[in-house]
């Protein structure tokens, strides 16, 4: 008995699993003035430091059409997003939250310009929050649907604040 297999129970799937997700997104306040709703995604690499708790690394970019532009515009935000989440269930729903930094850059774009830039690009620290369901569609993958805020509180530059809908899968190996 000493030398006993671990139990079934015991033995869990990789630590580090990857992610991504869509999203949709409307800006808010004064960073978002003079801007449609965008559509955009995001991709990251997570590690559970133990079961419910984990961080992630990631790179999201979310595209807000100008509105009343001489020219077709889009503004542009996208960065690095480093988040912590916590998971929970309560009355047996499973859910996430998440809270973390973004360092982001928005920047203007003309279609016109094939995509190009106007390199009026500035890069802005914001914080994100957000909840969500963790819904497991096999033993190692996960849809996670949600709604995240992304604000820009510290006064420079830098992306759009915005409220968004996403929905995104997770996959451990």
Same mark, same amino acid.
């Given at each position: 008995l000493a030398c006993a297999a671990p139990a079934e129970a015991q033995l869990r799937a990789s630590a580090l699993s990857?992610?991504?997700r869509a999203l949709a997104a409307q800006p808010v306040?004064?960073?978002?003035?003079g801007l449609g709703a965008g559509t955009g995604f995001g991709?990251?690499?997570?590690?559970?430091l133990r079961p419910g708790l984990a961080v992630y690394l990631g790179f999201s970019r979310t595209v807000f059409p100008v509105e009343d532009a001489a020219a077709e515009a889009d503004r542009v935000d996208s960065g690095v997003d480093l988040w912590?989440?916590?998971a929970r269930s309560f009355g /047996? =729903?499973?859910?996430?939250f998440r809270g973390g930094l973004v360092v982001h850059e928005a920047e203007t774009h003309l279609a016109s310009d094939d995509g190009g830039g106007l390199?009026?690009?500035?890069?802005?620290v914001g914080l994100e929050s957000g909840l969500g369901a963790a819904l497991r569609l096999g033993?190692?993958?996960?849809?996670?649907?949600?709604?995240?805020?992304?604000?820009y509180p510290l006064g420079d530059p830098g992306g759009v604040t915005h409220l968004r809908a996403?929905? /995104? =899968?997770r996959v451990r190996p």
């Open positions: 990857v992610g991504g306040g004064d960073r978002g003035e991709v990251d690499l997570g590690y559970e912590v989440t916590t /047996g =729903v499973p859910l996430w390199d009026d690009g500035e890069s802005g033993p190692n993958v996960q849809l996670l649907p949600g709604v995240v805020y992304t604000a996403e929905v /995104g =899968v």
